[in-house]
């Protein structure tokens, strides 16, 4: 059987290994435009900060391509012909033919909507390009132990329109050193991963978020004051509810206009969220929804036959039934198993369960499991903040009368033992009294104490939300 | 790692001496003459005496002190956000300054002999010598062989090696404080892993035989008889000569501290010290392990990376494993660096295998 994965990246590299394991004779070719090896893209920022490697970043070794039998193909993929059952190439080279293609060619950054961002000195924090030149306006250049060996293979076989272009490095031009002026703009977890990169290198950053208050999305008002205070307190200059009207300078850029001045800006940094990185499909005959993410079923077969997704550029059933992408980690690295057995014929479908994502702002741990944020109808929230040895804070959702959703922020919790508790339909009181046994804290960190009087605070209503309508909770 | 650090000059600095740059291997270089000089020379004793120690190894315990407070005050200035790391550096540093300083240094005044209480059998080897155990009075006798035949084994079982190996142990203790800047370099290939497999346990096999030899020649043995002069004799080539120069002076002191700057600060603790390899493997028996949050792992490598024991930590993480491995001297760095909170260090009952979930959201249809 021949099999092409577009993509390495964790999706792409689950199914190759899940395939492997399954069928030691299938032909595998992986073909990747970005890089020689899979890496960690959630690792990106602490590799610009210096705190580890290109090659710390990698989590598998580096034969594991001649180890596997995976044939490595650098190039860009310019389509895909479904009646032939072959992907075309960039430089000339010879179509690949494939007898089941998967396509985990994930994200790419979203540009920024305003002028001028096509200047020198702006810039995106997704891709390996994106580290490399962030890391040579930082620190004059990456690290050159653990550098993959051909990072810009693609150049002579890559179009304009890449996401994995090198850009142009001004530090140069600053005199060799790093920028005096950075802005981020985009309230999300990109973000904040560049402006705790820049806060490291101990420059004052301006951070523009265009929303009342960081990560919306995931956060209430009062739980990002508490990562806001955090950012302040390193020094960033956060903008809130403050929109970007354009970015000037001569060839690059020096100034950042918004609706509320203007601001000198020597690197900017665009986070303004990930769309998928299918625009090399448009001349295929695949069905993509609105966003651009591939249509995929329960197996994440896309609308051509013999043709699978995963990963950040699939769109998949929501629980609420809308078909959107599932940008995680975990949640890539599980579709590109399960595409991989779909692929082998296996009759299994991908179900996503209760919801849990973790991440870390600044020095605050955040956890959340379940529905939180998501304009359930009736929803009510318990909120506590904790002020202390340890500063964190506890939000519950409840519907229902049974706890629906968690979201913490400043400790550490086992999102299994949460994910029972919403499967089990437990009540807030009883999952109050319980909460201990979801601590996740290092060892001596002094407990979570809440007193009765808390626990027995009034809800309030529902927590702000980007869902526009209400949605029934599911019963779990 | 290794920038090209144009960012100043203590930026240029820190990179060449965290990163085997030249400030580091004149560092090392450093180190290993210190030592050298030390164990094998007189060069110590004038600066000793002009400083009114009474011999060079209480100066010696005098810098190895004044090297762990500057060393922990720069840990907790970076991971002091941590009440584990917190309690464990100060106990570290305290046990060292009390027991392995400040006590020797007093006991002399009221008639006792020089002790190092923190310091035990087999990582001080002299400590279950029959010679040792008559010279010193019964109290201390009893203490070092209920220490190291019972004490430590017990508690690696219940808590696991790092009772020693991060709370007291002064070898430890100068790694963890000292040698923290340069933790990331200890090598986790699967290499470095054979070469530490071997020559840990062969040490420990060394050191447990000769311990049993020299019994033997004291109790059964006469004092002018060949066996005795090659095991217990006072020519270098005598087995207790070769083993203090070999294991006690070059791989402790100039190998062990010297290569700090090169290949990471457990240099000695991990392939060479026989009580890390005694009480990792009543660790493996025992209650301790790192348990790991299934699906939740992010695999960046900050807790390979900052592993000082060359321990794989991710491999772990990402296939949802908890477990316990001999060498880890739990640190608790893997834990502090996650971003995603994923590991736990704990001391439980071991688990039963079916624990170890699965956690794919897939359904057989």
Known sequence: ?476 | MDQQGQNGLLRTFRESWRNRGPIGLVTSGGLISFYLLLYFTDRIDPIAASLGFRSKWLFYGFVYCLLMIAGAAYYLSKHGNSRYNRVRIATNVGVQVALAFTLPLVMPMFGQPEFYFSYVWPLDWYKLHPQTLQAVPVYLAVYSLGTALLAAPLLAYFFGKRWYCSWVCGCGGLANTFGDPWRHLTSNSTRSWRFEKFFVHAVMFVAVISTFLLFLVHFVNEPSSAFHTYVAGDQWWSMKRLYGAVVGSILAGVVGTGLYPIFGPRVWCRNFCPMAAMLGLFQKLGRFRIAVKPNMCISCGNCTTYCEMGIDVRSYAQSNQSFTRAACVGCGMCAHMCPRGVLKLENAPRLQPEKRRQGLPIVDL
């Open chain 1, 1 to 476: 059987m021949r099999i092409v994965i577009i993509g390495n990246g964790v999706a792409g590299m689950e199914a190759a290994l899940t395939i492997r394991e399954r069928d030691a004779k299938a032909k595998i070719s992986i073909v990747s435009e970005e890089s020689d090896h899979f890496f960690s893209r959630t690792a990106l920022m602490w590799v610009a900060s210096g705190q580890l490697s290109h090659q710390c970043i990698e989590p598998l070794e580096r034969d594991v391509y001649p180890r596997m039998g995976f044939e490595r193909v650098r190039a860009r993929a310019l389509g895909v012909d479904i009646e032939a059952q072959t992907v075309e190439l960039a430089g000339g080279r010879p179509a690949l033919p494939y007898d089941r293609l998967l396509i985990a060619c994930g994200s790419r950054p979203r540009p920024g909507p305003w002028p001028g961002t096509e200047l020198d000195g702006v810039g995106h924090f997704v891709t390996l390009q994106d580290l490399e030149w962030f890391e040579a306006e930082l620190h004059g250049g990456p690290g050159k132990k653990g550098r993959p060996q051909n990072p810009d293979a693609h150049l002579e076989a890559s179009s304009q329109n890449s996401p994995y272009l090198p850009r142009k490095v001004l530090r140069a031009q600053r005199n060799g050193r790093p920028p005096a002026h950075p802005a981020v703009v985009g309230g999300g977890l990109i973000g904040i991963e560049a402006v705790e990169v820049l806060a490291a290198a101990g420059i004052e950053t301006h951070f523009f978020i265009r929303e009342p208050w960081f990560w919306p999305i995931a956060l209430d008002d009062r739980e990002s004051g508490f990562v806001t205070r955090r950012m302040q307190d390193h020094g960033v200059k956060v903008h809130l509810s403050e929109n970007i009207e354009r970015l000037d300078g001569t060839t690059s850029v020096e100034h950042i206009h918004t609706d509320r001045g203007q601001y000198p800006a020597d690197l900017v940094v665009v986070a303004i969220g990930v769309m998928p990185n299918t625009d090399w499909l448009e001349s295929s005959a695949i069905k993509r929804d609105a966003a651009g993410g591939l249509v995929v079923d329960q197996g994440l077969e896309c609308s051509a036959q013999n043709v699978f997704a995963a990963g950040d550029c699939a769109s998949v059933r929501w629980w609420n039934g809308a078909h959107r992408p599932e940008q995680l980690w975990y949640t890539a690295r599980d579709q590109g198993r399960l595409a991989a057995r779909r692929m082998l014929g296996d009759q299994v479908s991908y179900q996503r369960g209760v919801l849990y994502n973790s991440a870390k702002l600044m020095d605050l741990e955040y956890t959340t499991v379940g529905l939180v944020n998501m304009n359930i109808e009736g929803e009510q929230n318990w909120y506590f903040e904790e002020r202390g040895r340890v500063s964190s804070t506890t939000r519950i959702t409840v519907a229902e009368g049974r706890v629906i959703g968690f979201n913490f922020l400043g400790r550490r919790w086992e999102h299994t033992v949460l994910t029972r508790w919403i499967e089990e339909r437990r009540a807030l009181p009883w999952v109050l009294e319980h909460l201990g046994q979801a601590c996740f804290d290092t060892e001596l960190t002094p407990p979570l104490q809440i007193s009765q009087a808390e626990k027995d605070a009034p809800l309030f209503g529902p927590a702000p939300s980007v869902m526009k309508e209400t949605t029934r909770a599911p019963l779990a």
